[in-house]
């Protein structure tokens, strides 16, 4: 098999997927410490989708359009939290 082209492997089951491939890469990207100035009271907006990110969840300062906020603020912007619940 050659790595840089992925020729020759699973040949008989039509090679690597390279979708499944792009998700991990892009799954191990969400790795990264959270951006700064979280903390207590202070929830993760993502602007774009208008959802909030608890403490200590997957997405907490992890999103490229976020800030953060307190949960009052968020839902005074018309935010809801991811999966419909609640920091506090």
């Known amino acids: 098999m050659s790595a840089a082209s992925s020729k020759g492997a699973c040949s008989g089951r039509k090679g690597i ?44 300062g992890q999103t490229k359009a976020g800030k953060y906020m307190s949960e009052a603020e968020a839902k005074a912007a018309g935010m809801h939290g991811a999966n419909n619940k609640t920091c506090s």
């Open 17 to 60: 997927d390279q979708d499944a491939t792009a998700k991990a890469a892009a799954g191990a990207k969400m790795a990264k410490t959270p951006a700064p100035g979280g903390g207590a009271g202070k929830v993760w907006v993502n602007e774009d989708t208008k959802i909030y990110h608890c403490p200590g969840t997957r997405y907490y």
